[in-house]
Structures are given as structure tokens and as C-alpha cells.
């Protein structure tokens, strides 16, 4: 895909009807000699290029040809230390604006994200709400946005590959200054957005199911009273939790398969979603009232059906396509939101990406890794294979014992928050760096499976959300909180950590995933389990290669939907629904049912980040391709404190610009392929 940039997006700009007619030419050179001569021919680059770019977005509501150049004149900063000074009041106002309307939006959904007790009515009103979504109308409409396009380069993502590893911290900070007003959106297209991914976001944190009330033919239940798991987080970790379990184990998983079909071809009985009142076969699909209560609340008066959800997984998918497309039009030069995704998003044109996951599941390590899978299990592999964790140290650990010590040492988010420090000195961090991050981190109780929320301003904390039961926090519970920590310490000193505010973040989603899965991988250990032997070290190699094999077709299925959904924007949800189902199984045809001896599954469209994150799931593999090239630069130097936070303080550069500086290579899957080939040879 041809990589197209900022000035680009300006440029394509000027054909929109909604601009003023282009300025006399004789006009505007007058304008510029006018500048120049009253700053100096040094200034002369600088002038010619910023009155082109502020008039480029520059509208008829924002005033005619004279309201433009006595704008200019006033606001150019022609000298150097007026330049300066412009910056640093520019990026002092941006981080206390963005900071306090993240703290803002955060209040608002504090009662939909959090565990709290049950939701008011209102607070669906108040989660849809972003206090930030006229920002970028209102600086346009004030004219702050036309003062930095006029004083600071637009660049594009071509020079910011070719030029970017010279650039000085001010440079990369002014880019991402202007990047801020590279476009101009409309404030009611932004909060669709956010009233569209607030809406979903809401539906999947309350897609639980009651796995003791899901039965086999005979009626018998095989997962214990009281365990209720959200789709598809949970449900995904209890197959892996089950590898340990023997006979039993096999038909939880295969129970679990089927309640995952059902969910992604949405023959699920709609009742049965979060209810603890009836018991459902997902093999039959048959529902009846519940013959044992799971829940102190009385049983509501209920017909029990085995009428299907209505395709709602896919309404709410479609809904948020629709809002990301509103701002399709004010993108010229990225006009779709996978345009925007990829190459703004990710900094990664499309195909380059995709091509990565292709790379990995194309490759002959697959069916190696395959077949020893299948020795280890003495069996043939069956889909849900796809989350096979008897790689990683301590898979056969039995998982009721981890919840045991899980639910003992932190019996809420509290418990948590206090034991922290310990934690963070356990992965790797000097004392006193850990009481400083702990110090910077709050822990809430999450409704839905846990995340992590960062700030803004330096000045503020970020969050992390864990899911706590009633009986405390489960061994998945802390495997999700210690991934959501790593969030937390990236983004701590990704913002307090570089030198201007304005470069804060890492280059793209799946570099903050990749850090997390460092310290996601360490989980065990923090829970006194033993340290990894040399085998064991290779054993997590094949671990985090068929992690990625698995994750990279949920990527590409992402994406296909999402290009299906352009090339039918006025389609139904049932038509969605066949068109997932049809790229989920196409996909899987391709790459899994070779070694799976299985075909038409439809297990990687099972992702609750499909329906809510708004094509996402591509930077998971991304993120393992990331992490791992990580990993091999920590275990070199074994500092993973020092490392996590060289690495995290760089900000947000491009992707191989901030790994070359991070491991010495850019980004790919190259060494995770490599690696994977010496696992295998050295576990003959």
C-alpha cells in the first residue's frame, strides 16, 4: 500500500466544497514577501510553508482573504525565541487540556467501568459522553489550530521513516504538535464515535456466561457453582486452564468451543446470556429453567425460550463502523478508518503488516509445532487447540491451587494496589523505582474483565482496572492485572519519562501490548512458583510463537471484516453475520485447518475486540512479534527494570526507529521465526 502523508491530507483538502476558494496568487506572494521581508530570507522556508498549510484548512466561516493575512501577521512567529516561547505555552495548555478532559471522561464512566455496585440508569448517558469531542472544532473555530499550522511542519509518514532518526526531541514533539490538527473532524463525528464505542463497549462487558448452568445431554454440569465467565476473554483462558484437568478437562473445552460457536454465529438463546436462572446444552441448544440457583437474587418470572440473540453482536459492530465512517470524508489522504488505522495508527501501512501475519502462519514452523503439540497431548488437535498453553512454565499447574494463593494474597483491589511494590520488585525494578511507580498507579475494581487507563498530564496517575470476585481476585483475574500493570509502568514513564509532554506514548497500540506481555509472561514467578530452566525458556519460545500463529488470523479476520463492511456499507446485521462467518472460516480454511484436520471452523471471529475496539486486534500480533524482540533484549543485558524503562522513555517515535533504538532491529516476526526453528531442534 502506498504510504501517504499529512501534507498530502492538506493538499487533497483544497478540493473539498466546504473550503474557501484558493487565494488570488498574486495575493498570497504578497503576503509572503511581506513576512519574509519583515523576518528575514532565514525565515523565508518558513513562511512560504506555513501560510500554505493554514490555508489549506483554512474555511469561509473562518474569514475572508483579509481576516487571513491580518491573522498571519499577527500570529506568525517569525523570531526564534518567540518561536520557543510559542511551543512551550503551546504544549504547557495541551497536556492541561487533554490531561483534564481524560480525568473528565473518566469520572463520567466511572460507574459503567467499575465494579461498584449496580448501574443507574443514567449512567449509560454519562460513559457515552467525551467532554473532548469539540476540542479539535473548537480549535479550529478559535483559530488556535491555523496558529500551529502556520508556525510548525506538517510532515508526513515517508519523511518521518527517512529523516526521523535525525531529528532532535523538539522536532519529533512539534510533529506531534500539528498532527493533532492534521485533519479537521467535526466535534458531533467524534462523539459519535465515542457514544458508538462506549455503547459497545457496554454490551461486552456484560456478555457473561453462567458456566455452571451449561450442561452436557445428560443434564450433568461440569464447571463448578459460581463460575461465571465473560466472552471471550475468560471464556479463552478457561480452555487453557483446562489442559491440566485430564478427560474432564477435554469436555469443558469442548463445551467451551461450542458456547463460542454459538456466540459467533448468534444461535446462542439470548437468554442465557448473564443469567443465572436457566440451564442450556450448547451442543442441542435447548434452555430450561435452572434446576439449582447460582445467585442470591430470587429467580425473575421468566419464559424460557431458545430464541436466538439477535444478531445484536452484529448490529453493535455495524454501528460502530458507521460512526468511524462519519469521519471519512475530513481524511482525504486516509479515507477510510483502515487507512487511518494502519498507516496513522500504526505507522504501518496495511500490507507491510498484514504480510507480517501472513509470515507467521504461513510458516513451516506451524505444522512442527503442530505435531508436537499433538505428541504432548497424545491426541489430535481439535480448534480449540488454537489456545494451547502446555508450553508455558507451569501450564500444568492446577489452576484451582493458583486461585487458592491468587484469592489469599488479594482479596480486592485494595489488596492489590497495596501489594504493588512487591510485585514491581519482583519483576525486576530497584526498590526505590518501584515505590515510585506504585505510587503513580491507582488499582479500581473493573465490571468487565480489566484494563488499563493511562493519563494525560503528568501531573495525574493512571489506572488500572482488575476484575475482583466476591471470593477474591482468581489466578485469571492476576494474569490479566499483572498484563494491565505492565500498561501502567509503560505509561508512567512514556508521559513522566520524556523530555516534552507532546511526545508522551509509544508509536503505536501494539508497543504498550508488547511490554505488557513482559510482564505478563512473568506471572508465575511473582506467585513463588520456580524460576524457568533452559527448557522451560525454550518451551516459552513455542509459547509465544503459537500465541502469534493464533492471534494472527484473529488479525486478519479484523481486518477483512472491516473491509467488507466498506464494500457494503448498507448492509444488515444478519449480512454481516454470513460475512463474518465467511471470512472467519476462509481464513481458517487457509492457514489452521491444515494442521487442525478440521475445516469451516469459525473460532476467530469469536474476539469481543471485534464487536468494541474498532479494528484493534491486528496490533496483538504485532505486539508478540514486539514483545518478544524485547524479551531477547532484556534476557541479553537481564535488567528488565533498566530495559522496560530506556525502552518505554523514548516516546512516541516511528515503530522501527524506536525498536532499532530499543533491540538494534525494526519490527518483524524474523526473530520470533528464528528463534521458534532453534526451540524445536534443541527438543528433539
Known amino acids: ?26 495575493a498570497q506572494a ?19 510553508r506555513g501560510l500554505a498549510q493554514a490555508a489549506r484548512l483554512w474555511r469561509a466561516e473562518d474569514g475572508d482573504q483579509a481576516a487571513f493575512e491580518a491573522f498571519a501577521r499577527e500570529q506568525f512567529a517569525g523570531d526564534p525565541k518567540a518561536l520557543d516561547a510559542l511551543f512551550g505555552r503551546l504544549e504547557m495548555v495541551i497536556e492541561s487540556l487533554e490531561g483534564h478532559m481524560l480525568e473528565i471522561g473518566r469520572d463520567f464512566r466511572w460507574h459503567a467501568e467499575l465494579d461498584l455496585g449496580p448501574m443507574l440508569p443514567v449512567d449509560d448517558i454519562l460513559a457515552g459522553y467525551d467532554p473532548g469531542a469539540h476540542f479539535q472544532a473548537d480549535a479550529f473555530a478559535n483559530k488556535l489550530a491555523f496558529v500551529v499550522l502556520l508556525n510548525f511542519p506538517v510532515t508526513t509518514l515517508d519523511q518521518r521513516l527517512k529523516e526521523g532518526a535525525s531529528w532532535s526531541n523538539r522536532q519529533w514533539a512539534e510533529a506531534r504538535l500539528v498532527d493533532r490538527f492534521s485533519s479537521r473532524i467535526p466535534a458531533e463525528v467524534n462523539l459519535a464515535m465515542a457514544e458508538a464505542s462506549g455503547a459497545a463497549e457496554r454490551y461486552i462487558a456484560g456478555y457473561n456466561i453462567w458456566m455452571h448452568h451449561v450442561v452436557d445431554a445428560q443434564g450433568r454440569r461440569v464447571f463448578p457453582a459460581g463460575k461465571r465467565l465473560l466472552s471471550h476473554w475468560n471464556l479463552r483462558d478457561e480452555i487453557k486452564s483446562q489442559y491440566a484437568q485430564g478427560a474432564e478437562g477435554l469436555q469443558r473445552q469442548r463445551q467451551i468451543q461450542k458456547v463460542m460457536e454459538r456466540i459467533v454465529t448468534q444461535t446462542i438463546p439470548a437468554v442465557v446470556v448473564d443469567n443465572p436462572n436457566v440451564d442450556w446444552d450448547p451442543f442441542a441448544n435447548t434452555v430450561k429453567p435452572a434446576a439449582v440457583k447460582d445467585s442470591d437474587k430470587p429467580a425473575p418470572a421468566l419464559k424460557v425460550s431458545a430464541d436466538p440473540e439477535p444478531d445484536t453482536r452484529y448490529a453493535v459492530l455495524l454501528r460502530t463502523f458507521q460512526a468511524a465512517r462519519k469521519a471519512d470524508p475530513y481524511c482525504p489522504a486516509a479515507p477510510t478508518h483502515i487507512a487511518r488505522s494502519f498507516e496513522e495508527g500504526r505507522q504501518l501501512p496495511e500490507a507491510r503488516a ?35 498453553n502446555g508450553f508455558r512454565a507451569g501450564a500444568g499447574l492446577d489452576e484451582a491451587k493458583l486461585d487458592a494463593i491468587t484469592r489469599k494474597r488479594f482479596p480486592t483491589a485494595e489488596a492489590y494496589k497495596k501489594e504493588m511494590p512487591t510485585l514491581l520488585r519482583g519483576l525486576g525494578f530497584t526498590p526505590e523505582k518501584a515505590a515510585y511507580l506504585a505510587g503513580n498507579i491507582e488499582v479500581d475494581p473493573a465490571r468487565g474483565s480489566g484494563h ?29 492485572a499483572i498484563h494491565e500493570n505492565g500498561h501502567n509502568v509503560e505509561q508512567t514513564f512514556s508521559l513522566n519519562g520524556v523530555e516534552h509532554p507532546l511526545m508522551a506514548g509509544v508509536p503505536a497500540t501494539s508497543f504498550t501490548e508488547a511490554l ?40 486478519m479476520v479484523d481486518t477483512a471484516v472491516w473491509h467488507w463492511m466498506y464494500d457494503h456499507p448498507q448492509a444488515t446485521p444478519a449480512q454481516l453475520r454470513e460475512a463474518t462467518l ?88 524474523g526473530a520470533l521465526l528464528e528463534a521458534t526453528a532453534r526451540a524445536l531442534e534443541s527438543l528433539k
Open 354 to 388: 498484514i504480510g507480517m501475519l501472513q509470515e507467521v502462519c504461513a510458516s513451516p514452523q506451524v505444522a512442527q509445532v503442530a505435531r508436537l503439540i499433538e505428541k504432548r497431548l497424545g491426541r489430535k488437535l481439535e480448534p480449540f487447540d488454537i489456545w494451547y
Open 1 to 26: 500500500m502506498k504510504i501517504i502523508g499529512i501534507a498530502a491530507i492538506l493538499a487533497a483538502s483544497c478540493a473539498l466544497p466546504t473550503l474557501r476558494a484558493a487565494a488570488p496568487a498574486v
Open 582 to 669: 465467511a471470512i472467519s472460516r476462509d481464513v481458517w480454511n487457509r492457514y489452521y485447518a491444515p494442521v487442525f484436520g478440521q475445516k469451516d471452523c469459525v473460532l476467530l471471529g469469536v474476539y469481543s475486540h471485534m464487536v468494541s475496539s474498532f479494528l484493534y486486534l491486528p496490533d496483538y500480533p504485532i505486539g508478540h512479534m514486539i514483545a518478544f524482540q524485547i524479551q531477547r533484549q532484556v534476557d541479553k543485558t537481564g535488567d528488565l527494570g533498566g530495559e522496560f524503562e530506556r525502552m518505554a522513555r523514548q516516546g512516541r517515535l516511528t515503530p522501527d526507529l524506536w525498536m532499532m533504538r530499543a533491540t538494534g532491529s525494526p519490527v518483524g516476526p
Open 30 to 48: 504578497s503576503l509572503e514577501a511581506e513576512l519574509t521581508a519583515k523576518y528575514g530570507p532565514s525565515q523565508a522556508q518558513r513562511v512560504k
Open 516 to 555: 505488557a506481555f513482559v510482564f505478563q509472561a512473568r506471572d508465575l514467578e511473582l506467585l513463588g512458583q520456580p524460576a524457568p530452566t533452559a527448557q522451560d525458556k525454550a518451551l516459552g519460545v513455542l509459547n509465544d510463537f503459537w500465541g502469534t500463529f493464533e492471534i494472527a488470523g484473529v488479525g
Open 452 to 480: 488499563a487507563m493511562g493519563a494525560a498530564r503528568r501531573a495525574d496517575h493512571p489506572h488500572l482496572r482488575t476484575r475482583v470476585g466476591k471470593d477474591g481476585m482468581d489466578y485469571k483475574g492476576f494474569n490479566i
